[in-house]
């Protein structure tokens, strides 16, 4: 078995759902940063351990639960409040768990917006590490997420999770890109200073994770960005099969490129201007929804 944790910050929506999901294990633990809704009154109306920990930043959050956080497994798996636990993905996870062959596995998602599955203009299947033995593997920062750090070999689950990105509404959606654009901006800026595009993994990348990672690096230095992604994702990728779901989205991903290239633009000119670091306490709600694919 496997235990499984449900990182959260303002989740009543999608808590009960969520957990209800994640019974499937005898071991799930909710990791609160002190929520101001209902999501701990909620969660502990189930049979799940829950703890609070103040939220510094993603990946801080997720080295501080791995490390300081009893489970009653080795391995676990890490669950957002707006995806869901399948009983198949479960079996494979024990599986591959017990394998030995690696010590972490990806899973990609099954986007849900506006009742479809974006199944083209996502570029699915898109992969997160999120199955994996908690003492070879650590999370940095990067940009308004985070970045996993692997002592060892990792592999790829067949099985996919839902996730019912923009559950909260598209007013919410606005609020939260405005304040993932800005940290999008800063680490930018770092990318294009720190190093260029790594072809080399681009072209012959040994996994779909390493070949995207480059992709970002190589987008960061595109012009007309917004126009280029949204050209990309409707035509190429095939958004245009995914209805009026498939445009809207197109179009969101489109708009926040055209945020964080604006705020990009602010910090290079010196410009006065919002971008600065996420509150803590709001920047951890719903962290996946309609994050970059690139």
Not at 5 to 19: G, K, Q, S, V, Y
Not at 103 to 130: C, D, K
Not at 194 to 204: E, I, P, R, S
Request: hydrophobic share 35%; net charge negative; glycine share 6%.
């Amino acid at each position: 078995m496997i235990s499984i944790f449900i990182l959260t910050h303002n989740e009543e929506r999608d808590i009960a759902a969520c957990i209800e999901s994640a019974l499937v294990s005898d071991d799930v633990i909710v990791v609160d940063s002190f929520s101001s809704d209902r999501t701990l009154e909620i969660a502990q109306h189930y049979p799940v351990r829950t703890v609070q920990h103040a939220f510094e930043s993603h990946g801080r959050q997720r080295t501080w639960m791995l490390r300081n956080v009893p489970t009653k497994y080795d391995w676990v798996y890490i669950l957002e409040a707006d995806e869901r636990m399948t009983p198949e993905l479960l079996n494979e996870c024990v599986t591959a768990a017990q394998s030995g062959e690696h010590i972490g596995y990806y899973a990609a998602e099954r986007v849900m917006f506006m009742n479809h599955w974006i199944r083209h203009s996502t570029q699915y299947p898109r992969y997160q590490l999120r199955l994996f033995d908690k003492q070879l593997v650590w999370f940095d920062d990067y940009g308004h997420t985070e970045r996993e750090v692997c002592d060892g070999s990792t592999g790829f689950l067949q099985e996919t999770y839902p996730h019912y990105t923009c559950s909260k509404g598209f007013g919410r959606w606005l609020e939260k890109h405005n304040r993932y654009s800005s940290d999008e901006a800063a680490e930018t800026i770092k990318q294009l200073s720190d190093h260029g595009v790594n072809w080399q993994a681009l072209l012959l990348g040994r996994s779909e994770v390493e070949r995207r990672r480059a992709l970002k690096d190589l987008s960061l230095r595109m012009p007309l960005r917004p126009l280029v992604r949204f050209i990309y994702m409707y035509f190429f990728l095939g958004g245009i099969l995914d209805g009026r779901a498939g445009f809207t989205w197109c179009m969101l991903q489109a708009f926040y490129e055209y945020l964080i290239t604006l705020k990009v633009w602010e910090l290079q000119h010196g410009c006065t201007s919002d971008v600065s670091p996420s509150v803590a306490a709001t920047q951890q709600e719903d962290t996946k929804e309609l994050a970059p694919s690139a």
